[in-house]
């Protein structure tokens, strides 16, 4: 089976293959990293296929070739970081234009919508209610885009993705879907009715907290017109060296979401009832409010655990500054177990009366469940419980 047929290929055979094709020159197994600025021209205008690394890069493409082809989608483009990613969608819109999005979204998604693109004339409105009913009363004629993340971030609400894309199309808006915390591996919006899907591949992507990164992948190629002009106008462009850091990431994606997975699920049960807590949030539990629509849209839960301690913000901070197997840090998705304090760390950008309000108080806490061996992720997170 050659490349041209990867469309028949597995998830995890994908994953290792596509955009990983030996190099015609040498045979190398693993592609060249391609550190070069600029491409020699054998006369002005005639080139093989690259011109100046901001505009394209082979290392880059054989990236942006990988995320598409995981996410079934027709092109992608690659970007410095997630942020840059989610900018660069919002940059296709018009002053006037209206941002409609699920209110639990990623403090900085929030941040650009509010503080960034709204001084440009977008108008960004919110719902607090996930249901495709409130989205269905929200849109109208100058709804341009529907966003969305899910599992959410950090309450990890899980939206019905058909649904709402129905909804948003009804208006002629393009939907958007950040899959970051389900990744391919577990959820495929774009066969869900998503036109684009977003990513920080800082995270599960590149799956080991060395490389910063974002993407957008699309449904339908006239689609990346706009969006390949403005990442090449806008230049927020990741270097080969950090593509080929997400790359080979991606070639152990599928085994590592499966512990991420196994752990989170393990975890999440074992927290479940604990004295200190007033909630455990996992999509796959079963008190989870969205865990019918979680099953059918996800083929596995996440790696994140979401809990929230009834005595706020003391028990919270000294659970943080106690554990050792896990690390008080931002982000999420690497190999290594992390946790974050969103309303200090990850969302501090949301004014504190509109983020309590959304639930995200003092007492929260976001785990990132990494693939260490689950009993010293339980022996951890109970000798820090002991502390807080």
Not at 91 to 96: D, E, N, Q, V
Not at 294 to 314: L, P
Request: aromatic letters at 8%.
């Amino acid at each position: 089976m050659t490349a041209n047929d990867d469309k028949a290929w597995h998830f995890a055979t994908r994953a290792i293959h596509v955009g990983q094709e030996p190099d015609p020159l040498t045979g190398a197994t693993v592609p060249p990293i391609h550190p070069t600025s600029t491409y020699t021209q054998a006369s002005p205008g005639k080139h093989k296929g690259y011109e100046y690394s901001r505009s394209s890069n082979p290392t880059r493409g054989a990236l942006e070739r990988a995320l598409a082809s995981l996410e079934g989608g027709a092109l992608c483009a690659c970007f410095a970081s997630g942020s840059a990613a989610t900018s660069c969608v919002f940059a296709t819109l018009s002053p006037g234009d209206k941002v409609l999005a699920y209110s639990d979204v990623y403090g900085g998604t929030f941040r650009l919508l509010k503080r960034v693109w709204e001084g440009f004339g977008l108008v960004p409105v919110f719902t607090d209610d996930p249901s495709p009913q409130a989205f269905a009363r929200l849109v109208d004629s100058k709804t341009r885009v529907v966003w969305i993340e899910s599992p959410t971030n950090p309450l990890l609400r899980c939206l019905d993705i058909k649904a709402i894309a129905d909804i948003a199309h009804g208006v002629g808006a393009r939907f958007a879907v950040d899959n970051t915390f389900a990744t391919p591996a577990l959820q495929l919006p774009i066969q869900l009715g998503a036109d684009y899907v977003i990513h920080s591949t800082t995270k599960y992507i590149g799956g080991h907290s060395d490389v910063i990164g974002g993407a957008v992948i699309v449904k339908d190629p006239a689609l990346m017109e706009r969006i390949a002009f403005l990442q090449n106008a806008m230049g927020g462009v990741p270097g080969p060296f950090d593509c080929f850091l997400q790359q080979r990431g991606i070639k152990t994606l599928a085994v590592r979401m499966e512990r991420h997975c196994a752990n989170a699920m393990a975890l999440a049960k074992h927290l479940q009832g604990h004295p200190q807590l007033s909630k455990v949030i996992y999509p796959f539990l079963e008190d989870h409010p969205d865990y019918a629509l979680a099953k059918k849209q996800m083929c596995g839960g996440g790696g994140i655990v979401t809990i929230v301690f009834k005595r706020e913000r003391e028990a919270a901070l000294r659970f943080c500054e106690s554990v050792k197997v896990f690390s008080c840090a931002e982000s999420l998705g690497g190999v290594e177990s992390l946790v974050c304090h969103p309303a200090i760390m990850t969302h501090a950008s949301i004014p504190k009366e509109i983020r309590e309000a959304r639930g995200v108080t003092d007492g929260l806490l976001r785990l990132s469940v990494g693939i260490e061996d689950l009993a010293d992720l339980i022996a951890d997170v109970d000798q820090a419980m002991g502390r807080a």
